[in-house]
């Protein structure tokens, strides 16, 4: 089955504490890309990435660091997590070729 | 003033009605607009794009691209229970691959 995997789905821990999420596809896309959903904020891109070791900026990169040494894996590092971090995160990806972009279940996460 | 505004609602409409959500944005080179659904606790899925000016029509939903006047809306014909979600209009701003969000409507189909 075609999909995008993220671990883990629910997060709690504390200031400071450097956490990683997870994402992989099996799809072979060579576009995947982090958001994080905010309420009444809408999703906002946090990094993306074209293809292996190729990574951008989005809107929101401040505190976050991504790396993409295999196609099919894309993991967001936090290296000091805040509270202002807490929110819902989902990784995407799609075939440079398409528009389609396929999302992951989404990974909850909850700074104290 | 944000780059993707839709009115967050909530928007009710009864069963078999034509709901209409509407999205504008604010940089004119735009070239790409996305409507995504998205269901209490889900993630979005993609379910309309358009390019061009004018209407594109799949099965209930037609999209509706207006460049000069920089709106894109989305019309739910029939529309059903199982419609009830919200939608996130998406434009592609920069570059081929940079979506920029607007906060989603809640959209409400009463039985």
């Known amino acids: 089955e075609a999909q995008v995997t993220q671990n883990p789905r629910y997060l709690i821990t504390v200031t400071g504490k450097k956490l990683t999420v997870t994402c992989s596809q099996n ?4 576009y995947m ?7 009444g904020l809408g999703l906002r891109q946090i990094y993306y990435s074209m293809n292996v070791e190729v990574t951008d900026k989005g809107d929101v990169p401040e505190g976050y660091k991504v790396s993409r040494k295999e196609k099919r894996n894309f993991p ?3 290296e000091s997590p805040s509270p202002n ?3 819902l995160y989902f990784c995407a990806s799609s075939s440079l070729g398409t528009d389609t972009q396929y999302f992951g279940p989404g990974t909850r996460l909850t700074v104290l | 003033q944000k780059e993707v505004e839709q009115n967050s609602g909530p928007l009710s409409v009864p069963e078999g009605a034509i709901a209409s959500l509407n999205c504008t ?4 080179g735009s070239q790409s607009f996305f409507w995504y659904r998205q269901y209490s606790g889900k993630s979005p899925e993609l379910i309309m794009s358009i390019y061009s000016n004018g209407d594109k029509e799949d099965g209930r939903f037609t999209a509706q691209l207006n460049k000069a006047s920089q709106y894109v809306s989305l019309l739910i014909r029939d529309s059903q229970p199982s419609d009830s979600a919200t939608y996130l ?3 592609n701003q920069r570059s081929a691959r940079q979506l920029t969000f607007g906060s ?7 039985p």
């Not at chain 2, 944005?25 to 004119?28: G, M, T």
């Not at chain 2, 989603?104 to 009463?110: E, W």
């Open chain 1, 76 to 78: 967001l590092i936090l």
């Open chain 1, 33 to 39: 890309s982090w958001y994080r959903q905010d309420p």
């Open chain 1, 27 to 30: 799809m072979n896309h060579e």
């Open chain 2, 104 to 110: 989603g409507t809640q959209l409400t189909v009463l």
């Open chain 1, 85 to 87: 971090q807490t929110s």
């Open chain 2, 25 to 28: 944005y604010s940089d004119r």
């Open chain 2, 89 to 91: 209009c998406a434009v």
